[in-house]
């Protein structure tokens, strides 16, 4: 008997529960990580662990010191773009881009796309993307001390859209400003990597909504029906793949990021959320200004935001994903 081993490591230990030939379809396939923070990273390390043959990397993101409680990465990769880290330990390969509309054939090759991501446009572009071409993928979110994982099959589960059918008007809550205990990412990806090796080996899955809690330790499966008149699983209008979040640089050097709908921001509430953070703020009619580190930030009720001291695009946008959770 011929025993498939890896040459760098052994696999053997798998065989017993997946067989030498479901280690060989894992070393066949291809899956796509978009995002390399706290989801992402993991999500490499375990994959790798399984034995996925290839995994690309979608990230336009540099490793920095407030990520080194929650993530694999370590002080040697500070200041390294985070998929050029992971190439380095893992072999991977990298794609130092932003994933929306215009790049979404960087997810061609995957077999399975699992979400490594931050915000609810980008996932939004995702689901557009792997319906239309029929791709699995696997939603992956955390928060404080929870998280949510939802496999989704293109044509046979419910898809994201049926889970959140449009953009949140209101901020959504973000790790940066709710906190986010070290632990609650890699319980939340080896979950995933659990679905997806499933999917990678044509098991069955179950259209549901995976919740769990790591603060009082409950954990729930919730059935996610599809949704009638689900804009793209149902009436196959695939509009995030047509919508961008629109960036641009003024003529004073701020850059101003205008999300694709107009979100309706309570500046009461968002004031308040500053307030809990130790953020000094000013607080008008129209729009909300406030201070992080060297960036001068104004946020409009709209959802508009202009960031004055950032030097890329970049940075700009990490800061909308950080307090508006686009």
């Given at each position: 008997m011929?025993v498939?081993?890896?040459?760098?490591?052994?696999f053997?230990?798998h065989?017993p529960?997946?067989?030498?030939?479901?280690?060989?379809k894992?070393?066949?396939s291809?899956?796509?990580?978009v995002?390399a923070g706290?989801?992402?990273?993991?999500?490499?390390?375990?994959?790798?662990?399984?034995?996925?043959?290839?995994?690309i990397?979608?990230d336009?993101?540099?490793?920095?010191?407030?990520d080194?409680?929650?993530t694999?990465?370590?002080k040697e990769d500070?200041?390294?773009p985070k998929?050029?880290?992971?190439?380095?330990r893992f072999?991977?390969?990298?794609?130092?881009?932003?994933?929306?509309?215009?790049?979404?054939?960087l997810l061609?090759?995957?077999?399975?796309?699992i979400?490594?991501t931050d915000?609810?446009?980008?996932?939004?572009?995702i689901?557009?993307?792997?319906v239309?071409n029929?791709?699995?993928w696997?939603?992956?979110?955390?928060?404080?001390?929870?998280?949510?994982?939802?496999?989704?099959i293109p044509?046979k589960?419910?898809?994201?859209?049926?889970?959140?059918?449009?953009?949140?008007?209101?901020?959504m809550p973000?790790?940066?400003?709710?906190?986010?205990?070290s632990?609650?990412?890699?319980?939340?990806?080896?979950?995933?990597v659990g679905?997806a090796?499933?999917?990678?080996?044509?098991e069955?899955?179950?259209?549901?909504?995976?919740?769990?809690?790591?603060?009082?330790?409950?954990?729930?499966r919730?059935?996610?029906?599809?949704r009638?008149?689900?804009?793209?699983c149902v009436?196959?209008?695939f509009?995030?793949?047509?919508?961008?979040?629109?960036i641009?640089r003024?003529?004073?050097?701020?850059?101003?990021?205008t999300p694709p709908?107009?979100?309706?921001?309570?500046?009461d509430?968002?004031?308040e959320?500053?307030?809990?953070?130790?953020?000094?703020?000013l607080?008008?009619?129209?729009?909300?200004?406030?201070?992080d580190?060297?960036?001068?930030?104004?946020?409009?009720?709209?959802?508009?935001?202009v960031?004055?001291?950032?030097?890329?695009?970049?940075e700009?946008?990490?800061l909308?994903?950080?307090?508006?959770?686009g």
């Amino acid at each position: 008997m011929v025993v498939y081993v890896d040459v760098k490591m052994d696999f053997s230990r798998h065989f017993p529960i997946i067989g030498i030939e479901g280690q060989r379809k894992l070393s066949e396939s291809t899956v796509t990580v978009v995002g390399a923070g706290a989801l992402g990273s993991w999500e490499v390390y375990f994959l790798h662990k399984l034995g996925v043959g290839k995994i690309i990397v979608v990230d336009r993101d540099f490793v920095d010191e407030s990520d080194l409680p929650r993530t694999i990465y370590t002080k040697e990769d500070v200041g390294k773009p985070k998929v050029e880290a992971l190439k380095e330990r893992f072999g991977v390969i990298g794609h130092f881009e932003d994933l929306n509309p215009s790049t979404v054939n960087l997810l061609d090759e995957a077999d399975l796309i699992i979400d490594g991501t931050d915000n609810i446009y980008t996932r939004q572009v995702i689901n557009d993307y792997a319906v239309k071409n029929n791709k699995p993928w696997i939603y992956v979110g955390v928060l404080s001390t929870y998280g949510n994982i939802m496999p989704i099959i293109p044509r046979k589960t419910a898809c994201f859209r049926c889970l959140m059918p449009k953009l949140p008007e209101r901020p959504m809550p973000t790790c940066a400003v709710a906190g986010i205990m070290s632990y609650v990412p890699s319980l939340a990806t080896s979950i995933a990597v659990g679905l997806a090796a499933k999917i990678l080996l044509g098991e069955e899955i179950k259209s549901e909504l995976i919740f769990f809690d790591t603060k009082t330790l409950e954990f729930e499966r919730v059935e996610v029906p599809r949704r009638e008149e689900c804009p793209a699983c149902v009436k196959r209008e695939f509009t995030f793949l047509e919508k961008r979040i629109k960036i641009e640089r003024l003529c004073d050097g701020s850059i101003q990021i205008t999300p694709p709908e107009p979100m309706n921001i309570n500046l009461d509430e968002f004031a308040e959320r500053l307030e809990k953070l130790g953020i000094e703020y000013l607080k008008t009619s129209q729009f909300i200004q406030f201070e992080d580190e060297d960036y001068e930030i104004l946020v409009f009720k709209s959802g508009r935001m202009v960031v004055r001291g950032a030097e890329e695009e970049r940075e700009a946008k990490n800061l909308f994903a950080r307090y508006l959770g686009g």
